[in-house]
């Protein structure tokens, strides 16, 4: 690890006590990344800068924020109207969230395409699930916080759900609720959990990284790096490419912070809370709609709540649910097409989740969810033994540097 | 990869169809174009004044507006000594005084718009049960919230053959179930406006539904602006990035 000498004598001196420069150098700079890696492997970057952005703009929203029943509601107005650029700290972070979801949604289903949760990946796997865990938990919290209709009623129906939950399930949502309804101390421990769960991401996102670089990056190709010839250093060749994405994703998300700051949320969450008045439509924000339909489409209420915590605590065994030893979809006639078949599923839910439950809707939500599940259990291990893989590439390096017949080919169209 | 695109296309378009569910099904809404609607959208403040006229000589009887303070109409153009005018026409308590006793005095451009009524019951008792609503964000916390403004104020009609309306009830082709307890406010010449614009109940309508609109994003024009700057700056600097990746890319292509 060490033997980087570094020219300025201070750095050397610190770097002599602690390696942080060392270590910073071998992972940020010299790091061997795959030189084939397309846009989809930018969302990772993306999700990082965006958790930044989400500690930022959220410690300052807490300045002026007021954890109680009577004020929260008021205290987010106060932040829009009367702190100075209050209405930009919040637009930021109120579409932040959805923008964190959008990319780390994109950041799985690259990850299911190319089969970068295989071996030996698997851990790295694991925590990237832990982290889409504790960003949803994050992300009801704070919902939550501004005590509107939907913050209310929202934390209403999804703490009940615990009451499903044999024997204790009562006790565990009185327990969660600090009393006998959603009330003050529900609002206090949420806004203290909101801003802790962050800190906890970003440890996770520190082991993330930690088993990232320790695997290295997987590529497209979906085969092992053969040689220091199918490398580049991260610097400076994917900290310009991550900026260039950097770039690109800031006009997409600051185009919704300044021109349609409420798209993605709900009206009904600009009418304080109020506990006698239920909104005819209760729906939990779009990210967490393809799991609310999974959530209805059981008529037992135990049997939602344990399906949709399986529908993500399965992708810890999709390691070894996906028995194909072939990483990536390019080599996968069939799963390249059940790729796109369960991505279509889920948006499917998500669609059901947004609807009313009734008539068709129900029967739709039923089968999705029955889909949902059996890409895992059931298509997943089939593939595995069935399919054909198409022969892969012999190096990173042979298909990049061999066709330059096709690039020219590509170019003219 | 374009497969890909589409799917994530799709997947924003599952957001807005949350967002189309919320509309339900036989609400009449019209689609009015509105001056600070698009990227170069802003408010006409005179506009905005004749709407805060409509709100203080009608709405503001029954409905409260309590995010607002006296000194945010300066924004809109009035001068400091209107505000303090326009305030001090309203009482509000004040104290405890050196005797310890709370004690009246008019608003002064610092206290919130006085409300209506004391409080919610009070509104309810004045309006037959019914609670008129603050209206301080009414345009944000509608789906299409000037549109369905507008459209719930001009929305009043004959109830069609066969349709009972209810006890001081009002039939409204707006309003979700058709049925308000607020009566029709807005009517030709209801207001006289100082600037010679033509009081049409259209025009009214469409005044009051602004100042509405400001009231709920006073931020909205520092916003845009902003955004635009924003917007023009990145544009060049990703373009920049852009040019510099495939720089530094060429060796490896
Ligand atoms: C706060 C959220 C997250 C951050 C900041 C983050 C960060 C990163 C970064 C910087 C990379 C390397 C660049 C890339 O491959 O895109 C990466 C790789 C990866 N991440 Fe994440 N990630 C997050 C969430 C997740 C989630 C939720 C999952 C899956 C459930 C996941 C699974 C993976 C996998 C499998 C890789 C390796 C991909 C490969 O090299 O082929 N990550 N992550």
């Given amino acids: ?413 | 990869m374009r497969k890909f695109i589409i799917g994530t296309l799709a997947a924003a378009g599952m957001a807005a169809s949350t967002a189309a569910l919320a509309a339900g099904g036989d609400q009449q809404i019209t689609d009015v174009d509105w001056s600070w609607e698009g990227i170069f959208g802003s408010y006409d403040h005179a506009q905005l004044r004749r709407g805060f006229q409509v709100y203080r000589e009608i709405c503001g009887n029954c409905h409260s507006m309590n995010l607002i303070y006296y000194r945010n109409l300066q924004q809109i153009g009035l001068t400091e000594d209107q505000v303090k005018e326009v305030a001090a026409e309203k009482e509000v308590e004040d104290g405890p005084n050196d005797d310890g006793e709370m004690f009246m005095r008019p608003a002064l451009p610092s206290d919130h718009f006085v409300a209506p009524f004391p409080n919610d019951q009070a509104a309810r008792v004045a309006n037959n049960g019914a609670l008129p609503p603050d209206l301080s964000l009414m345009t944000k916390a509608r789906l299409k919230g000037p549109d369905y403004v507008y459209s719930l104020m001009t929305g009043y009609q004959d109830p069609p053959e066969g349709v009972e309306v209810a006890e001081g009830m009002n039939y409204n082709v707006a309003f979700p179930g058709h049925q308000i307890a607020m009566a029709p406010q807005i009517f030709d010449e209801m207001v006289t406006y100082e600037d010679g614009t033509q009081a049409t109940a259209d025009q009214i309508t469409k005044d009051v539904v602004a100042f509405l609109n400001w009231a709920a994003e006073p931020e909205l024009e520092q916003r845009k602006s902003m955004g635009l700057k924003t917007m023009l700056f990145l544009i060049v600097l990703t373009a920049m990035f852009f040019a510099l990746k495939r720089r530094i890319w060429a060796a490896v292509h």
């Fill in chain 1, 1 to 413: 690890m060490s033997g980087h000498t570094f020219q300025n004598k201070a750095i050397r001196w610190i770097d002599e006590r602690m390696p942080i420069f060392t270590v910073m150098q071998h992972s940020a700079i010299d790091y061997p990344t795959p030189k084939n890696l397309n846009y989809w492997w930018n969302f990772g970057s993306l999700a990082l800068f965006v958790l930044v952005i989400m500690l930022m703009t959220g410690i300052f929203l807490a300045m002026s924020y007021t954890p109680h029943v009577d004020y929260a509601f008021t205290s987010v107005e106060r932040i829009m109207r009367d702190v100075n650029y209050g209405w930009l700290l919040r637009y930021l972070h109120m579409n932040g969230a959805s923008m964190f979801f959008i990319v780390v949604y994109i950041h799985i289903f690259r990850g299911l395409y190319y089969g970068s949760y295989k071996a030996p990946r698997e851990l790295l796997w694991w925590l990237g699930i832990v982290i889409l865990l504790v960003m949803m938990a994050t992300a009801f919290m704070g919902y939550v916080l501004p005590w509107g209709q939907m913050s209310f009623w929202g934390a209403t129906v999804i703490t009940n759900l615990f009451s499903a939950i044999p024997l204790v399930g009562e006790d565990i949502v009185t327990w969660l609720w600090g009393g006998f309804s959603v009330d003050n101390p529900t609002l206090n421990r949420f806004f203290a959990l909101h801003y802790l769960l962050p800190f906890v991401l970003v440890a996770v996102v520190f082991l993330h990284l930690w088993a990232l670089h320790t695997t290295k990056s997987g590529n497209p190709l979906g085969i092992d790096v053969k040689g220091p010839q199918d490398t580049i250093p991260f610097h400076p060749y994917y900290t310009i490419k991550d900026l260039f994405g950097v770039g690109v994703f800031l006009l997409f998300y600051l185009f919704f912070v300044f021109y349609a700051p409420n798209f993605f949320g709900e009206p009904d969450n600009y009418i304080p809370a109020n506990p006698l008045v239920t909104p005819p439509h209760i729906v939990p924000e779009w990210y967490f709609l393809p799991f609310y339909a999974i959530l209805r489409a059981v008529p037992d209420k135990l049997g939602g709540v344990v399906l949709m915590f399986g529908s993500i605590l399965i992708l810890f065994a999709l390691p070894w649910l996906d028995r194909s030893r072939v990483r990536s979809a390019r080599f996968r006639p069939i799963y390249k097409q059940v790729f796109w078949l369960f991505l279509i599923d889920c948006i499917v839910l998500g669609y059901i989740g947004a609807k009313p439950p009734e008539g068709a809707f129900i029967t739709i939500g039923r089968i999705a969810t029955a889909y949902y599940f059996a890409h895992f259990l059931i298509v997943m291990p089939l593939l595995g033994r069935l399919e054909k893989p198409r022969p892969v590439p012999q190096s990173i390096s042979a298909p990049v540097l061999k066709p330059a017949a096709a690039t020219a080919q590509m170019e003219k169209v």
